[in-house]
């Protein structure tokens, strides 16, 4: 019997098919690789973006609460006068300082100063205790700043007002007072995404944002309702 082995042809043939079956499998694995990234970050960037809009539009919602309840114990807070909500139009950035009594929390910090600024892309946040040690009035305390969020373009505000005017702050002027506040949010991704989509948005406030390149943006824009601001009868 005559054995006969694999010819110099066969090989190379078997090596090329070899190659070009793993070189195909090799760029399947990654594109799945780079798509499942993609996914995540675009992901990761509309849940950063909801959940600024849900950590700012329930501070807003509470702007002006003035009663602490718990149980049968009750008790009033004089808020400090004219500082119950400010804001200042940074454009796309703007800034916020509001004040508002929380039952959420023991009667010793149930007073609380909450502000929100910028510094550089990332939106920061203070929540500090501005109950009295004795006395009814509500302190006045120093922010003190922490991250809550990188990436982020804009958080646009537009008050509407009492008297049917929309203003960037909101001091809506005398016999008139913030209804509303239409919020939006634009942020980006954190990491570089193939079609990233549109290189600008247009905000609440008709400010113009540039997408970093190669970089998916977000935005989310929602109007919250201001029950606390109306001013109490005389």
């Not at 690789?33 to 539009?57: F, I, N, T």
């Not at 005017?165 to 980006?188: F, K, M, Q, W």
Request: hydrophobic residues 35%.
């Amino acid at each position: 019997m005559t054995r006969r082995g694999f010819t110099l042809l066969e090989i190379l043939v078997a090596m090329a098919i070899l190659i070009t079956v793993l070189a195909v499998t090799t760029r399947y694995f990654i594109s799945t690789a780079e798509l499942g990234r993609e996914s995540q970050a675009k992901s990761e960037l509309q849940d950063r973006v909801r959940m600024v809009m849900q950590v700012v539009a329930g501070d807003l919602q509470m702007a002006g609460a003035r009663y602490w309840n718990r149980g049968s114990q009750n008790r009033a807070f004089a808020l400090p006068l004219g500082q119950v909500l400010q804001g200042t139009d940074g454009g796309a950035k703007d800034t916020l300082s509001l004040y508002y009594v929380t039952s959420l929390r023991s009667l010793e910090e149930a007073c609380r100063r909450v502000d929100y600024d910028f510094q550089g892309d990332t939106l920061r946040r203070s929540d500090v205790n501005a109950t009295p040690t004795s006395g009814s009035d509500c302190t006045l305390p120093t922010p003190s700043f922490q991250p809550l969020a990188d990436g982020l373009l804009a958080l646009d505000i537009v008050y509407r007002c009492s008297d049917g005017t929309e203003r960037n702050d909101p001091g809506c002027g005398t016999g008139a007072y913030p209804r509303s506040a239409i919020v939006e949010v634009v942020a980006y991704s954190l990491k570089p995404v193939r079609g990233a989509g549109p290189a600008s948005l247009t905000t609440v406030s008709g400010q113009t944002v540039t997408c970093p390149p190669g970089r998916a943006c977000y935005a989310l824009r929602q109007e919250v309702l201001l029950p606390n601001l109306k001013p109490l009868p005389e």
